[in-house]
């Protein structure tokens, strides 16, 4: 007989089950079958409160918030941008007459600890009390609805329920690391990663597993080892590490060769994967012995990436994933507690000696200068100035996070560069990526281009029928470029993928599912949009995960000089002729306010590269070529409109060029108080004219 799963608490979409389901309901009042749980502390999933946290900027309340704002519209906690969601403990406050508590040993009043993830249980929160970043917990009040196939188990008075949830969320994974260690006879064995309170309860499972008789390495990444941290760990683990090593982990051959070089070429009998780096997928194939085995925490951190890694080298190894629930998980992790309590201790220790106001992790503080490093080697992505720095830093540690993201910014200042840099980082990286400007699609054709048609639904259709781009992008990524330019119908059909990841062809009758990664991007604000009746409001929240915001280039002045050197460097090996910008050639650079942002730079550095016969490009070259464009934008050429409209009047040609000149300094300026500052004229006056001519 099937226990009871809480199907009845579905609201959306109606038949699936309640882990899955989009919303669920939360009321308090429970039913016969149910028990109602008052929560205490809630363990996430490990890289699931870092996201949230990071988009807030570590703000306390701007995470809480984001959470509250995930049950309100869910009725349940689960993080829908990385598919997770955590586990709680608390006290039973009421328990229904079928609930089957009692089989349970349980009665109401008794402190628990669930066992399964609260994606599937209805929950409501009244507070959420604090918020620890480094273990990925938090301290609130509220209540949860727990159901007969609920997992609970009783918590004695003298149990640590913080480090007893943070042991419980590895679920069966340390009995089944603990079988493969002794299968195997691999005594050797390393463990990788940046969650310090995980490699502490893995290394005492793997001295635990032989009596100490075994040999355990901690590998971290570079940038953790800013300050002596990584001095500090030697003594939060103590004797139950032999060696910690820290290397660039998403640079893998280096970190390999260099971990290869302080071991004289012994690899690993066991890798113990707890990291999700980019690059760390390789780096464990390349430490491990052939014949020797590499355990990954969960499928999420590249298991399939380590496995091709693997073949490519020519290693036979043995791969495991141990992410699964085990009826056992309780006792087998209490008794692990118990050896570990001591580095726990001292683990507390160092993060209470290291966290900063902002609540951010004490890790997570480092990685700023390996970012950044990281950026400038990618795909051309050059920048000096401290503002494209906050952007980057921004781009790359929302690249990590599986979720929907807006890239706001001016035509040509950079947004496809800033998709690219995601793309680059993100854990989709070696997915499909499908590039769509939405101003070029026809509207009359956008569903069937979006999503495809059967052969024969329409006049013109192909014989054989057609994929859309949704099926093009399916597990990786989809660019919306200009998204702001669909209709307002597509809009709401694309809102419905976005929710249920479902969608049917033109013409078709059966469900296609797709996992897509969205980003979209747009010149103009989509909140204005939304003002005007032209975006919808509730696409935009769908797709405003995160937002990025690229700064024009005259806000990131320091920027210029380093691209104007990248793009002549590329003319001269496209055109073989070597040539170079003298120091007023920057300097008159600098001084333009640069309309067209990034892409008017690269335009006139390609016709200065052209049109100048000399090797160096001086001064007066630039600007002779900034005030042409500068001319274009604001001074009608006279000759040319008397021959078209030949009866042309002093008046109509001084009406056209006052209107051009506010039209530029509109542009220019931004908003109308700086454009009247521009011209030297009031507000009020340049007001009155932008009305007059419409701008």
């Not at 032989?210 to 001095?231: E, Q, T």
């Not at 496809?416 to 054709?445: G, H, M, W, Y």
Request: with cysteine; glycine share 6%.
């Amino acid at each position: 007989m099937i226990k009871d799963y809480g199907i009845d608490r579905v609201i959306e979409p109606k038949g699936s089950i309640p882990v899955t389901a989009w919303k669920l309901d939360n009321s308090k009042k429970i039913r016969p079958n149910e028990v109602r749980v008052s929560l205490e502390l809630i363990d996430f999933e490990r890289d699931n409160l870092d996201q949230l946290a990071s988009i807030a900027g570590y703000g306390k309340a701007e995470t809480a918030e984001r959470i509250m704002t995930i049950i309100r519209e869910r009725g349940k906690f689960h993080n829908p941008y990385t598919e997770s969601s955590g586990i709680f403990t608390g006290i039973i406050e009421a328990a229904g007459k079928e609930s089957g508590l009692e089989s349970q040993g349980l009665k109401v009043g008794d402190r628990v600890v669930g066992l399964c993830p609260l994606a599937g249980l209805p929950m409501q929160l009244e507070e959420i009390i604090d918020i620890d970043n480094n273990l990925s917990q938090m301290k609130v009040k509220g209540y949860v609805i727990c159901f007969q196939a609920t997992e609970l188990r009783k918590i004695n008075e003298d149990m640590d329920a913080t480090h007893l949830l943070r042991a419980l969320n590895e679920e069966g994974n340390f009995e089944g690391i603990q079988y493969e260690l002794i299968t195997r006879r691999s005594k050797d064995v390393a463990i990788v990663g940046s969650n310090i309170c995980e490699a502490v309860l893995y290394a005492h499972l793997v001295k635990r597993t032989w009596y100490g008789d075994a040999k355990v390495s901690f590998i971290i990444d570079a940038a953790y080892a800013v300050n002596g941290l990584d001095k500090e760990l030697v003594k939060v683990f103590g004797p139950v590490v032999d060696k910690i090593y820290t290397v660039n982990l998403s640079a893998p051959f280096e970190a390999a060769v260099e971990i290869a070089d302080q071991r004289r070429g012994e690899l690993f009998d066991c890798t113990i994967n707890l990291e999700n780096i980019s690059g760390c997928d390789s780096f464990t194939a390349l430490i491990t012995k052939a014949r020797g085995e590499i355990c990954f925490i969960s499928m999420s951190n590249r298991y399939n990436q380590s496995l091709l890694a693997a073949d490519s080298l020519g290693k036979e190894i043995y791969f495991y994933s141990m992410d699964g629930f085990r009826k056992s998980t309780f006792e087998f992790t209490s008794e692990l507690l118990k050896d570990a309590e001591p580095a726990l201790k001292r683990l507390d220790n160092f993060y209470r000696k290291h966290s900063d106001k902002s609540g951010r992790p004490v890790l997570e503080a480092n990685l700023g200068e390996r970012t950044k490093r990281a950026a400038k080697r990618i795909d051309n992505f050059i920048y000096e100035s401290e503002v494209t720095g906050r952007m980057v830093d921004e781009v790359l540690n929302i690249a990590r996070y599986d979720a929907n993201v807006i890239i706001q910014g001016e035509t040509g200042a950079g947004k496809e560069k800033v998709f690219d840099l995601i793309l680059q980082n993100s854990p989709r990286r070696d997915k499909a990526a499908v590039k769509i400007n939405c101003a070029t699609i026809q509207e009359n054709l956008a569903e069937s281009e979006f999503f495809g048609y059967e052969k024969g639904s329409f006049t013109g259709a192909s014989s054989e029928g057609k994929e859309g781009y949704f099926a093009l992008a399916n597990n990786g990524t989809l660019f919306l470029d200009e998204i702001g330019s669909l209709s307002l119908e597509m809009q709401a059909k694309l809102l419905r993928v976005l929710q249920e990841n479902t969608y049917y062809r033109v013409g078709g009758t059966e469900p296609r599912h797709v996992n897509v990664r969205v980003i979209c991007a747009n010149n103009i604000p989509l909140k204005k949009l939304i003002s005007e009746g032209k975006f919808r409001e509730d696409l935009y929240y769908r797709l405003n995960i995160c937002q990025i915001n690229v700064p024009p280039l005259r806000a990131r002045t320091e920027d210029i000089i380093c691209l104007a050197d990248s793009f002549l460097k590329n003319y001269c090996e496209r055109y073989g002729l070597k040539k170079s910008f003298t120091n007023d050639a920057y300097a008159a650079l600098i001084s333009y306010h640069w309309p067209g942002n990034v892409r008017e730079l690269e335009n006139t550095v390609h016709r200065l590269y052209i049109t100048e016969k000399s090797e160096v490009i001086d001064g007066t070259d630039v600007e002779n070529m900034l005030n042409e464009n500068a001319y274009d934008d604001t001074v009608i050429d006279v000759k040319s409109e008397f021959s078209r409209e030949g009866d042309m009047t002093f008046d109509s040609i001084m009406s056209q060029q006052e209107k051009r000149l506010i039209a530029f300094a509109l542009k220019k300026e931004g908003t109308t108080r700086a454009a009247a500052a521009y011209l030297g004229m009031s507000q009020a006056t340049l007001a009155r004219k932008k009305l007059k001519y419409g701008l």
